[in-house]
Structures are given as C-alpha cells and as structure tokens.
C-alpha cells in the first residue's frame, strides 16, 4: 500500500513541476539554501521532483518491484514480533534514504547556490539494497535485460557508481545512489542488529 502511496504522490508532484517552474525551483535540493536559508523540507521534498518522464518512469518501476517485496517483508516481520511496525519501517527506509542519499552534497556544496539535485533515485537505492540484504541471490535485471544475482548486482552497482562519481558532466548525482544504496544495505541492522544471521544465513544458501 505504501508502496502505491508513495508513487502517486511522486508521480503528481512531478507531473505539475514538469509545467511549473517555480514548483519545480521550490522542492529541488539546494545544499545553499538548505544551509543558508533554513529550508530544511528540501532534504525530502526534492524526492518527489524529476527531469523528465523517463526519469520519473524509471524510479517509480524499480520502486514497484522492489517496494511491494520490502512491504510484505516487513508486515511478516512484524507479526513475527521481530520489528515493531512494517509500515513504520517501510517509511523509515524510504525517507532515510533520501535524507542519507544527499548528506555528502550538503557538505559539500553547501555554499554552491547553482547546484541542484532532484528525483528519488537515493531512496529507491535504499529500497534495492535494503532487498539484496533479505534476498541476495534473487535475479536482478543488469540494464533491464541481463538477470543476475541481487549480490552480484550490488557489487557491479557500486563500483559503476563509485567511478562515475568521479567523472563529472552527465548531471546525475551518483553519490546519492551511492549512500542511498549504503544506508539500505545497513538499514535492516539499524532496525534489528539480529537480522545479520538472516544476511549470511541467505547468503550461503545458494
């Protein structure tokens, strides 16, 4: 449910910004005047802001099949007793992700008042990796069309971003893949350190 209540919204405010300028220039994170302005509702805000429909059409799919998963997961930890709500977790993910995916830009160009970064790309990171912790042999399809393992994928995933992040000029934010997959990786463990053992368990059961 969270799932569909995320993209609906994603995909509206997207939708009115894409004709709306001043929307748009509103909701996207600004490191400066995040820091200089005090307009702290831009760390979450910027999420639900894309370029372009492709942009939007992307994140909103991967978010789909990975968030419906995650949402089902949790519910069933939750009657198990070992977390305390699903949904609480599922949101805590979503929005820590974005939160977490632009911390790096905050520090960096917190007096740059040009730059800007958009879209939901570090939450639904979170979301995938959050998934290859509880499911790391599950396929995953490498450029939408190769299936490989979900642990395979992490690993190919955040060398491809780690090295573009360092190559400048294609106006994506890889960083934010980066720490968006970083904190989904670990968020199982802030939720309940114990969830390690479930990790390795399912890691050397191929």
């Known amino acids: 449910m969270m799932t569909y209540i995320l993209i609906f919204i994603t995909a509206i405010v997207s939708i009115a910004a894409f004709n709306n300028r001043q929307l748009f220039?509103?909701?996207?994170?600004?490191?400066?005047?995040?820091?200089?302005r005090r307009e702290w509702y831009?760390?979450?805000?910027?999420?639900?802001?894309?370029?372009d429909y492709m942009h939007l059409i992307v994140n909103m799919l991967v978010l789909l099949s990975f968030g419906q998963f995650l949402e089902q997961l949790?519910?069933?930890?939750?009657?198990a007793g070992t977390i305390f709500s699903g949904y609480l977790s599922y949101g805590l993910l979503y929005f820590g992700g974005l939160l977490f995916s632009v911390l790096?830009?905050?520090?960096?160009?917190r007096n740059d008042p040009q730059y800007a970064s958009i879209g939901a790309s570090g939450a639904v990171s979170?979301?995938?990796?959050?998934?290859?912790?509880?499911?790391?042999?599950?396929?995953i399809y490498f450029f939408g069309i190769l299936p490989i393992p979900g642990i395979l994928f992490g690993i190919l995933y955040v060398g491809y971003e780690q090295y573009m992040s360092r190559r400048p000029g294609d106006h994506i934010n890889h960083n934010a893949h980066l720490f968006g997959a970083l904190f989904g990786f670990v968020f199982p463990l802030l939720m309940e350190p114990s969830l390690w053992h479930v990790f390795v368990k399912n890691l050397t059961s191929f």
Do not use: C, E, M
């Open 25 to 36: 220039d509103r909701l996207a994170f600004v490191p400066y005047r995040v820091v200089h």
């Open 42 to 51: 831009r760390a979450v805000s910027y999420g639900f802001v894309h370029g």
């Open 74 to 79: 949790f519910k069933a930890y939750q009657q």
């Open 104 to 109: 790096p830009d905050l520090v960096r160009r």
């Open 126 to 139: 979170a979301v995938i990796f959050t998934s290859i912790f509880f499911n790391p042999w599950s396929k």
